[in-house]
């Protein structure tokens, strides 16, 4: 189905509702999720932390991952996840952050504005959460996820500038993890990076200080930690194989 982001108005989408259960239904089927540095700290506790690269464009970003097969999320147990806290990619939708340009003193200008995306099958006229309230001013839900897509906003500069420090120290390896269940079956994930920890062992004192001064240290820390969630994939998966396994 072809996109169909609309610039979001009190006018045109007044009587726009989002059903949560549609939405939780379109996660369940999401195996990994885009994260930001920002969120590091609140996500490594829960989530596997790594690195992989777009196919469209070949640069880095920072991903947390919910099972190991496509379409799969281990993570959500009818009918909600089984963690408070989700992904801020997760937490916009239906929403997206867009641009649009206009003149200031003669000067073209761009404005982030939020789009509603219209083909979410979470977005409907009949069932769900207001986005505006009826005298047209913003919904406490609408009002949080356009503090989440500002922070989404920020996150594309703060990720840029960790994986610039990740490859100018040579902190990212490359991994592929394989994990073998209960049942003998194995599970596969490919065309991951992690930290190289062994080079980030080694840096000197001035190194270290650089990614301390702008926060990348801790976020560092946080993808290595988070390694040990793979585990509990693992007991999530081995159950739902179980004849009367959880569902997604």
């Known amino acids: 189905m072809p996109d169909n982001h609309q610039v979001l108005d009190n006018v045109t989408h007044k009587d726009i509702k989002i059903d949560l259960d549609k939405c939780l239904e379109q996660e369940r089927n999401q195996s990994f999720a885009r994260v930001f540095p920002s969120e590091f700290r609140m996500l490594h506790t829960y989530f596997?932390?790594?690195?992989?690269?777009?196919?469209?464009?070949?640069?880095?970003?920072a991903i947390a991952v919910f099972g190991f097969s496509e379409q799969q999320n281990l993570c959500v147990d009818k009918p909600e996840w089984r963690i408070e806290n989700k992904p801020l990619t997760l937490r916009r939708q239906p929403f997206l952050i867009g641009f649009q340009t206009h003149e200031q003193n003669g000067v073209?200008?761009?404005e982030p504005v939020v789009f509603i995306d219209m083909h979410h099958p979470g977005v409907n006229r009949h069932r769900g959460t207001d986005i505006f309230l009826p005298q047209g001013g913003q919904s406490?839900?609408?009002t949080e996820a356009a503090s989440t897509l500002n922070a989404i906003h920020v996150g594309h500069t703060?990720?840029?500038?960790?994986v610039d420090n990740l490859l100018k120290y040579q902190l990212l390896e490359s991994v592929n993890i394989t994990v073998t269940l209960d049942n003998g079956e194995t599970r596969a994930l490919n065309s991951l990076y992690t930290i190289h920890e062994e080079n980030l062992a080694s840096l000197d004192a001035n190194a270290l200080q650089v990614l301390h001064s702008q926060g990348h240290l801790q976020?560092?820390?946080c993808c290595v930690l988070s390694a040990n969630n793979l585990s509990r994939l693992i007991d999530y998966q081995n159950a739902f194989?179980?004849?009367a396994g959880i569902g997604q």
Do not use: H, S
């Open 140 to 142: 406490a839900y609408l």
């Open 219 to 221: 976020a560092i820390y």
């Open 241 to 243: 194989n179980q004849p």
């Open 158 to 162: 703060q990720l840029t500038l960790l």
């Open 108 to 110: 073209p200008m761009e």
């Open 48 to 61: 596997p932390l790594f690195f992989q690269k777009r196919a469209d464009t070949g640069k880095f970003e």
